[in-house]
């Protein structure tokens, strides 16, 4: 076997990348990380929110080659079945899928207005009404999945690719002061408690990396 290598972008800037890590994490894939250059056109593009891109983060593991987030965990899920990267109950499973889903093709709102930065904070960020609906809709997510199964995750008492997709919501949040009711933000502190978040947070403030667009004041 060939082993696994996770190709990624920005740890402070880039969500998707964050989200390809915590899913391999979740397989329990031994893998190593290796960054692609934030100067490439089509990367610094879709940091910047201008284009998307489904190339990075990509997943080769043994001859195979994944991209995608969604591809990535559906393609872990089944190689790693004992993982439980899906909750067990049928309907749980359904609902895990649909959220997920949610998060990968919509909130394009929010994630232009409220780009990925784990180096700044923004103390009472004016939010505009199409961002807050996009908020407003994602902790009903979180309220309805944490009411239904209980908490503190997602789905019950471990992480999903649910908890992987919505984790950099979390970091964006905090970056922009967006205030929450108890139990979102008591889902907020259980994401940023995440052992692997912690780790991802901190190798993103040693980041050399600048891109001056997404650290000026606005």
């Known amino acids: 076997m060939a082993g696994a290598t996770l190709l990624i972008s920005s ?12 899913l391999v994490r979740l397989a329990g894939l031994a893998f190593e990380e290796k960054v692609v ?4 056109p089509v990367n610094r593009k879709e940091l910047l929110m201008q284009s998307s891109s489904i190339r990075i983060p990509a997943l ?18 089944e190689m790693f079945p004992n993982a439980g990267m899906l909750p067990a109950e049928r309907g749980a499973r359904a ?23 784990l180096r700044i904070f923004r103390p009472r960020f ?7 609906a996009d908020i407003d809709r994602i902790t009903e ?7 239904t199964w209980k908490g503190p995750w997602l789905f019950g008492a471990k992480p999903t690719i649910a908890d992987a997709m919505y984790a ?11 205030k929450m009711d108890k139990v979102c933000e008591a889902y907020c502190q259980q994401i940023t408690a995440w052992p692997d978040m912690k780790e991802w947070f901190a190798a993103a403030q040693r980041e050399p990396e600048q891109i001056d667009e997404l ?3 606005f």
């Open 60 to 77: 080769m593991h043994d001859d195979v080659v994944i991209w995608d987030t969604i591809a990535i965990a559906e393609y872990l899920n």
């Open 168 to 178: 950099p919501v979390v970091t964006r949040f905090r970056s922009y002061d967006v």
């Open 37 to 40: 250059d934030l100067d490439d």
């Open 141 to 147: 997510i979180w309220r309805e999945c944490l009411g």
């Open 11 to 22: 740890k402070n800037y880039s969500s998707w990348s964050l989200r390809g890590h915590l």
């Open 95 to 117: 609902r895990c899928r649909s959220i997920s889903g949610e998060m990968h093709s919509g909130f394009a709102v929010l994630r232009e207005a409220l780009p990925m930065n």
């Open 126 to 132: 004016a939010v505009w009404s199409a961002v807050q």
């Open 215 to 217: 650290d000026i004041e």
